[in-house]
């Protein structure tokens, strides 16, 4: 077996804070999963339409202390095993990494298994749990049993300046936190690692300066729209994919969107921003 995905970020609390925020059922229900239950030593289960093969719990806690949490965790007939690590940076920020096992990029390309899902999946809830100790809205989750792709969120900021970061290059990679390479007109590229490493890049359809931004990502992700709309100096971001396999939905590449829309608004909110990713 391959090694272990791992995904990392900076919470601003406490390290038992965290821990907490980890092991409550009811703070779960808040950055995680629409239903859980936490009885420790013995149970830890989350599921609900924001969790990926969440008809039922499929969780089976292993070891639980002061600075860990692992379980496994049934997806796709393969138990998998996840663990949560906390680190201390000081008194009011902690590390939290996601350990998760039988990750395969190829699951995300090819939409095999709903394992692909993961490392998405894992990168969208801890920027989310950020956001939680943050005290700043939660981004949208997943949601897994919806027949479309469609997320809205609000961001304080003008929508000349979020259009502006969402066709220049160099703000992209910012917050998005990887190489992506633009050009920025119709018919123009959009390039995951830059156009000298993505053999396939995105097309650009449409791009309505400080309304609309349409890429034609190829295959079966299809389409995803980013519209606009500005009141009072902020900017409501629709967020939509279409075109994709209906019996593959692209849930890989739509969690890491969601991940991205996350640091996107805190790109514009936060003073002094610095990206969560570790």
Request: no cysteine; hydrophobic share 40%; aromatic share 10%.
């Amino acid at each position: 077996m391959s090694e272990p995905m791992i995904v990392r970020a900076r919470v601003q609390a406490p390290l038992k804070e965290v821990h907490h925020a980890l092991t409550d059922a009811a703070t779960l229900r808040i950055w995680l999963a629409e239903h859980a239950e936490v009885e420790l030593p013995g149970r830890y289960a989350f599921w609900g339409r924001h969790t990926p093969e969440g008809d039922a719990p499929h969780q089976r806690l292993l070891h639980v202390d002061e600075r860990t949490v692992r379980f496994a965790w049934l997806l796709d007939g393969v138990e998998t095993t996840t663990e949560f690590a906390l680190e201390e940076e000081g008194p009011d920020s902690t590390l939290v990494s996601v350990s998760q096992t039988h990750f395969d990029f190829q699951d995300v390309i090819t939409g095999k298994s709903i394992r692909g899902v993961l490392q998405t999946y894992w990168s969208l809830a801890l920027a989310n749990l950020a956001e939680h100790f943050a005290g700043r809205p939660l981004t949208p989750k997943i949601d897994f049993t919806a027949p479309e792709m469609r997320a809205e969120v609000t961001i304080d900021a003008e929508p000349s300046d979020v259009f502006a970061s969402l066709i220049d290059s160099d703000a992209v990679t910012r917050w998005f936190g990887f190489p992506i390479e633009i050009e920025p007109h119709v018919g123009g590229r959009f390039a995951m690692g830059g156009l000298a490493n993505d053999p396939h890049p995105a097309k650009v359809l449409e791009l309505e300066p400080g309304r609309k931004f349409t890429l034609d990502w190829g295959g079966d992700t299809g389409v995803g729209s980013w519209e606009l709309a500005g009141s009072e100096g902020k900017t409501r971001l629709t967020l939509m994919q279409s075109g994709f396999d209906a019996a593959r939905p692209p849930y890989p590449a739509w969690g890491g969107i969601l991940a991205g829309v996350a640091e996107l608004r805190r790109f514009h909110e936060v003073p002094d921003w610095t990206p969560i990713w570790v």
